[in-house]
């Protein structure tokens, strides 16, 4: 009777992108209170050793590995355990679908667009890490969001930040949204030396650790304007007033600031350290205790803001004028972006292409406004080829 109690209480939660920087975080939180969780998937592209340590320690009900390639490597590597063990897209995005309590959606681009829907749509709470589901698909992802009663949770830091502040204060009064931004390994390299950027120096991150797409994201300082788009869905109803701004914070103490009609701002700060945005959204509405390190106020040295160099890092004018048009240019920007930084990350291309090569896709392609996600998959694979063309031209 107590054992069934005991299951009945436990929280029931699907990890899709287990193996990555966010997923892994998210397991180790887990690991701090293991038996609070019932773990019903876990999933990765390829890492399916990783995959594997995971399951023997969390024993999930199932794993799903979406390249097929090393499925018999990994049955062989779970053999005796009585874990279902499942490969390919098809089996990820029926996963994604499966009845849990907490869903984190952590694969990264747009591989994760129709598995985020699938969890979506079992009306469940979703944490969202996957940025590039509303980069490509904002409305339509909301929408489905609504239809289905779906809570959606921000584990981006700067978006948990708002989502915190926004908890305790009224909507109603906010003025204006203001993101923070590291400025990136290179905020203080000049711009002329910008062409000579290797892979290496690019992924150095200063005070984040993260996975390579968004660590290339924040040396372009791409990420911040895709976190522009990501808030806007996110926080700015239709037709409401409230401005969205960044501001360069390099120390990434503060991650988010709200001002509120009456001039007040309230900011949100920890240590850069994904844990704690991930956790409040695996708590709430309630917080729990973690392992990130707590900040030391005294031992700080000094919190400094400035605004960002929009001509050292066009991304963020590109981004802001993205937001803007048809959501058409959303799907072409994302894709464009994921297409270079991977060229950029196998030494195909300079770190200055990644940027020019986004810009010749969007002015180039006149996408057309898309109505349903087969549609957006659709404008994401012409824009691709588009870009692969692109890149074509400009190989070193
Ligand atoms: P990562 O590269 O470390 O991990 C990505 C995960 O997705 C891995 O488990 C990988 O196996 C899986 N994956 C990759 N391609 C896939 C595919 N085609 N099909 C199925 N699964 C696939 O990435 P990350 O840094 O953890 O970032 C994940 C997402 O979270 C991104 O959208 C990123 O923008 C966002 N995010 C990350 C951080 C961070 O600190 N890492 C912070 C904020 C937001
Ligand atoms: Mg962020």
Known sequence: MEL??????KKSISILGSTGSIGKST?????????QYQIE???CFDNYKLLAEQAIKFKPKRVVLSDPKNYNELKKLLFGTNIEILSGRKSLIESASIPVDWVMSSIVGMAGLEPTISAVKQGTTVALANKE???????????????NSAILLPVDSEHNGIFQILNLNSGREVEKIILTASGGPFLNLNKDKFHDITPKEALAHPNWSMGPKISIDSA????????LIEAHYFFIEKNSN????????????IHALVEFIDGSIILQMSTPDMKIPISYTLNWPCRASNSAKKI???MMDKLTFQDPDIEKFPAIKICKEVLYSDQGYGVALNAANEESVMAFLNGMIKFTDIISIIQNVLEKYKPEKSTCISEIIELDNISREITKKEISKCLM
């Open 41 to 43: 998937v876990l999933s």
């Open 242 to 253: 409230v401005k969205l701004d960044l501001i360069v914070h390099p120390q990434s103490i």
């Open 296 to 298: 030391d106020l005294a």
């Open 133 to 147: 589901c509303l980069v490509s698909a904002g409305n339509i992802f909301m929408s489905e969001v609504e239809k």
């Open 27 to 35: 397991l180790d939180l887990i690991s701090l209170n293991r038996s």
């Open 220 to 227: 372009t300082m791409m990420n911040k304007g895709l976190e």
């Open 4 to 9: 069934i109690q005991e299951i009945e209480n």
